[in-house]
Nanobody
């Protein structure tokens, strides 16, 4: 059974930092990443990383967020610095394997002004 289990969300003041973790089990993924969704909006890519270490970021988080990956632990991390109220969302871990997408249950990140 494939599982993606997120942790690390919470409430933080603007300018603060949070670190999200996503532990995968059941298979390895070519690409892992983080998406987020706010009410009334579609889920959007925040950052992604391949098993080789290539990364991709949304323009809105470049320079503030850093995605990393521990292939031995099958875990992906998202270090979020200089958080803004507009970063408030449910963050979902994603794993891409073959033709399928796998998703975590989501973790709430709330940034207060």
């Amino acid at each position: 059974q494939v599982q993606l289990v997120e942790s690390g969300g919470g409430l933080v003041q603007a300018g603060g930092s949070l670190r999200l973790s996503c532990a995968a089990s059941g298979r390895n993924f070519v690409s892992m990443g983080w998406f987020r969704r706010t009410p009334g909006k579609q889920r959007e890519l925040v950052a992604a990383i391949t098993s080789g270490g290539s990364t991709d970021y949304a323009d809105s988080v470049k320079g503030r967020f850093t995605i990393s990956r521990d292939n031995a632990k099958n875990t992906v991390y998202l270090q979020m610095n200089s958080l803004k109220p507009e970063d408030t969302a449910v963050y979902y871990c994603n794993g891409k394997g073959g033709l399928l997408d796998y998703w975590g249950q989501g973790t709430q990140v709330t940034v207060s002004s």
